[in-house]
């Protein structure tokens, strides 16, 4: 039971699970409302919270991301607003997960962020679901801190299992992990995704067929089809053309489901589930909106990786609900 | 007193966007290739105004360096942009076949090159890139030390026959080569001394000038030269210096391995060996961060510089 | 006239073109019977030799090959000889090109060789071509040669225009040239061969997305779909799966012919000039087997990359008419 | 009389295939990948008796290293194989972020180095290598010299925690290190000498104990060592030896830029500047040929170490 408070409070001083009571923990003061139903264990905890919570996590997860940029002014709001509901409904409905975290997570589900740019809503969901305190979240960019502007496992931050930034990598690593549950007989999923421009570095074609060779049936990936990069649409700077087709010729079952949408995101990655296991790898084609949530940053590359000044930030934080405490 | 004054900062990767639109005007040879950074790279000029010759690669740096290299095949001169990192350690073997090997006329350009990219921390803080390019035969490499330098620099490119990297990079950085020739190859002699030479390039120049301040007042006379071209070593302006002040101090904005500081270091133990100190990062990743926060935290401020002159100074014999 | 003769004969004599009458050429003793028929300038030679003459070209070339491979011991005979008949066809029946060899190739159909390890055949069919002595095969791999075991320009070898043998890299600068002819209003083609397995590399995929983007219609590409790599079988090693749905799905115009029946080859390549100019680039997938032409080499990966010894040398070369004179 | 004698000679390739298969019996946590080079690697012991820890990626390096990268998370310890150039060059920023930035577990092992592959060429003969790995923070970098030592290493990396790369090569060589202990990190000191220190790693280890016994005729004594780990470098070793001889000579089959010569000319400048004269490919492309041919044309004989040594000892002052 305990797990699932850490998640949400990052209270230090019950990071020891058998020092409190399970009483104080759900009355402790500090725990928001939206919590006070149902709590499970991380490993379990798939589906226990409903929509509305879900939701709310993921309004304050967008909050943390625009005031993580503004505040160092620099960062990648854009696509980690637009896949603010993918790592909510991940991290909160999805995978089995341990915060205490183990770099091997033998026995846990993982996740592999190819498109390291949008560590913003890595970190922000990482810290909510508690694997570190959530104050930390602002140390984002800033000198000596574990939060680097792209996610590195150097300075050791809990939830990180490798470096990611220079895009096109992260497949193959993923692979590298199946492979390795695979060996071990774990039959948990291992999880990662891309960006929809990364799909134009051929090392994601490489992985991709080897994948299919191999079976690497324990693998969903997911594309944030958000249909911008850093120099403008996709389509203009160089075209996916149809990407289902492409990856289903690459051997993989390819399916679509709606990224800014929490429903259809939790239905696409439980679908993605029952994909899996049949000998193919399974790859989601999630369409989302880049910056998602805030008027004026949705739908342009403009803000593939430009900070809001504080006036941006006050307009964006305007139209975020505050769920949980702002870090 | 600081020798060179600036009145104004600016980025060096400014300055190559300045030198490759001036380029595009007086030469419809040179083409430029960008993989999703034209606006990073100060492309954005060139591919207005030319926007035949312009080409979007997307982000597929592999293919952009073939692409440059079967486009000087029918002698146009291509200019690739990216990133430091993606425009040398993503790319090496495809550089080295299809540019260096086949000795093919093809400029590669870098930005966002060393610690002072800043925040986006050490995934794209190359510091090793000058270190793989001037390991390939026939290569020219060349790093400017400000937003002057590297526009004159990258002119001189227009001319200059063979492949070639051109490294730059982020952060606003004083101006103070203006009106200064630049020949690739040679050395510039910032500041004439006597005691100890230091040897810089890039960014760290102003730092080496404002060491040297530092170290006049402290009534030590150091010699500031500007190896802009790592290669080919203007091995005679080295050695000549040594030859007079007795030692030499390095600053780089590179790995301690296999940057300006070993080529200086070659160069001296077999032809003059003579004590050196570094001033480079100490073999480490960096970091996200304020980019003079992180030259501070790695060693690579004036203080560090003045401290080595004076370590330097003192193991002569 | 006279260049016509040099592809075939390579007499140091005749390379300078003013100095001998076309009836010194034609009375030559070393000229073969076959070739006392037509005889074209190379720039308009298409399809002047007949299909019996093509033939005879290619057994020699054959010839060439595992004589070259067996006198240094090394090198790759397998996938040259698969690729025999596309290079005598492109050579002697498609490209407008100039044996004196312009490196930047204005206004000639430019070839690039990708899969660079298939130097022999290449090497063979520039000599009998006259792009240099055919005595200089000799020097195959040899201290000191221009022809280095995989193509290089580095010893200005003529006919090169760029090194490969590090697999992947042929097609970008296949595009860059092609770029360059569009830039130039040059409407000749640019050709480039490619492995099959070499499409396991990740820079081939994108290239091709580049291509279909940027509507590279004067690109003309084959792969020699032999079905082998060093390891073994495509299939087993890393099985490309429905080839053709991949090329398509990244927006190229795909089709198939045979590649070690000389006139399928010949129809294959008219055929390709026929879909090019339509904004989308060709790709032929050519159905060849390694080591075509010597019966105890044919559809192995063993003979990819491996010399015959004397008595292996005996065998192949009493199965390849000797038809022009061997080198 | 040349110092060490031999009755075998065997490629250094062959002693990782022989390490790589002892590892699988006793550490069922080393697995092995290659990219469609498995023979010419000498994996197929490994294979056969491990096939579900041996993995075959196919033509495709960059995704080699990340499958590697990802197996490491997990305790494996992967062992990846391919020829040098594919092994750093194509894949250098896949091995940076993935596996040296991330810290992971990763044995890169790297066959067909140098010149000394022969008869393929340039295109594969990497001479670079050595200066791209050493300049990656904690990277370990061993060259070793002949079968039995590559054996040894491949073995030792089993147990040594952290990022590696291990370079070999393709042709016969003597073997002449059998028995002698193998220690990461710490120098194998093969002659003792007191005129001139001769640092070598890789094929040049016994090019330089063939050297040392022309020397010898000649009235030098020269003091010969194994540097087979270029990273971390045994200084203490290197120091020592050159405090007693006063010049060194560095014999590498490597670019002159960037590899154990500029290490060794990296200590010396900065702890006791000393003439070095180095033994390496004179910044050029290699080509085709038998292997010894082309140690010769590039300048790696034996002969070339002697004289260089000559002109080493008459350096020092
Ligand atoms: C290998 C590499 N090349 C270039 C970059 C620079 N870069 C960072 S993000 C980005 C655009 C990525 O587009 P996409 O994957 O669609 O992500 P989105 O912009 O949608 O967040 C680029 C080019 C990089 N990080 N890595
Ligand atoms: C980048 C790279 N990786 C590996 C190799 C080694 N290699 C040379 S040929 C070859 C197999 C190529 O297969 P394919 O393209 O089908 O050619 P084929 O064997 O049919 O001639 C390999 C792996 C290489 N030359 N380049
Ligand atoms: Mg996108
Ligand atoms: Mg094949």
New interface residues.
């Given amino acids: 039971m305990r797990m699932a408070f850490r998640f949400l409070l990052n209270l230090k001083e019950i990071r020891d699970d058998s020092k409190y009571p399970p009483l104080f923990l759900l009355q402790h003061p500090k725990i928001p409302p939206i919590f006070a139903g149902k709590i499970y264990l991380a490993h379990t905890m798939a589906k226990e919270y409903d929509l509305i919570q879900l939701k709310k996590i993921a309004s304050q997860v967008r909050r943390d991301i625009v005031r993580m940029v503004h505040a160092c002014q620099s960062g990648h709001p854009g696509g980690s607003l637009g896949c603010t509901e993918f790592f909510v409904a991940l991290y909160f409905t999805q995978m089995k997960h341990d915060p205490k975290f183990n770099m091997d997570g033998k026995g846990e589900d993982l996740f592999f962020l190819s498109n390291g740019h949008i560590s913003p809503v890595w970190y922000s969901v990482l810290a909510r679901a508690g694997y570190f305190e959530v104050s930390e979240l602002a140390t984002f960019r800033k000198l000596g801190s574990r939060l680097q502007g792209h996610p590195a496992t150097h300075e050791h931050l809990p939830g990180i299992r490798i470096a990611s930034g220079s895009l096109g990598q992260g497949l193959s690593v993923a692979l590298g992990a199946a492979q390795a549950k695979k060996l071990d007989k774990d039959d948990r999923f291992v999880y990662v995704l891309m960006g929809d421009g990364e799909q134009q570095e051929g090392q994601v074609w490489e992985a991709a067929m080897y994948a299919a060779h191999n079976k690497m049936d324990n693998v969903i990936a997911t594309i944030d089809y958000n249909g911008q990069q850093i120099d403008g649409p996709v389509d203009k700077i160089l075209s996916l053309l149809d990407l289902k087709a492409k990856w289903e010729s690459f051997g993989w079952i390819v399916q679509e489901f709606e990224g800014n949408d929490m429903q259809a995101v939790i239905d696409g990655l439980e679908k993605a589930k029952s994909l899996a296991g049949k000998g193919k790898p399974v790859m989601n084609l999630m369409k989302s909106a880049m910056g998602f949530g805030v008027d004026f940053m949705v739908g342009t590359h403009k803000w593939h990786g430009a900070a809001p000044n504080d006036e941006e930030l006050a307009k964006a934080l305007a139209q975020l609900e505050l769920t949980l405490a702002d870090y | 007193m600081i020798k060179y004054s600036f009145t104004e900062k600016k980025d060096t990767r400014s300055g190559f966007g300045a030198g490759l639109h001036e380029l595009g005007k007086t030469n419809s040879n040179v083409?430029a290739l960008?993989a999703?950074?034209?606006?990073?790279l100060k492309m954005d000029a060139f591919k207005k105004d030319f926007p035949?010759?312009f080409?979007?690669?997307?982000?597929?740096e592999?293919?952009?360096?073939?692409?440059?290299?079967?486009?000087?095949?029918?002698?146009?001169i291509?200019f690739t942009g990216t990133f430091a990192?993606?425009s040398?350690?993503?790319v090496?073997?495809?550089i080295?076949?299809?540019v260096a090997?086949?000795?093919?006329n093809v400029k590669i350009c870098a930005s966002h090159a060393g610690l002072t990219l800043?925040?986006?921390?050490?995934?794209?803080q190359i510091?090793?890139d000058v270190?793989?390019m001037?390991?390939?035969?026939g290569m020219t490499v060349i790093v400017p030390a400000d937003y002057a330098q590297t526009k004159a620099a990258t002119i001189a490119l227009g001319e200059h026959v063979g492949p070639t990297y051109l490294r730059f990079g982020r952060p606003n950085w004083p101006i103070f080569t203006a009106g200064r020739p630049f020949i690739i190859g040679k050395a510039d002699k910032m500041i004439e001394g006597k005691d100890v030479s230091i040897f810089a390039n890039g960014h760290m120049v102003w730092q080496a000038i404002e060491a040297e301040a530092i170290l006049a007042e402290k009534g030590i006379s150091a010699e500031v030269i500007n190896i802009h071209t790592i290669k080919p070593l203007d091995v005679e302006a080295i050695l000549a210096s040594v030859q007079k002040t007795g030692c030499a101090v390095t600053c780089e904005e590179h790995?301690?391995?296999?940057g300006l500081?070993?080529?200086?270091?070659?160069v001296?133990?077999?032809f003059n060996?003579?004590?050196?100190?570094?001033v480079a990062v100490n073999?480490?990743?960096g970091?996200?961060?304020?980019p003079l926060?992180?030259l501070k935290?790695y060693g690579l401020s004036p203080s560090n510089i003045v401290e080595a002159a004076e370590k330097a100074i003192k193991r002569k014999k």
């Fill in positions: 083409v960008t999703d950074l034209t606006g990073s035949e010759r080409f979007q690669i997307g982000i597929a592999a293919n952009m360096i073939g692409i440059a290299a079967g486009l000087s095949i029918s002698n146009k291509p990192n993606f040398t350690g993503r090496y073997d495809q080295r076949q299809s090997y086949s000795g093919k800043g925040e986006d921390g050490a995934t794209h510091l090793e270190g793989m001037k390991m390939l035969p790995q301690i391995n296999g500081g070993d080529s200086v270091a070659q001296l133990s077999r060996p003579s004590p050196i100190e570094m073999d480490s990743f970091e996200s961060g304020p926060d992180l935290k």
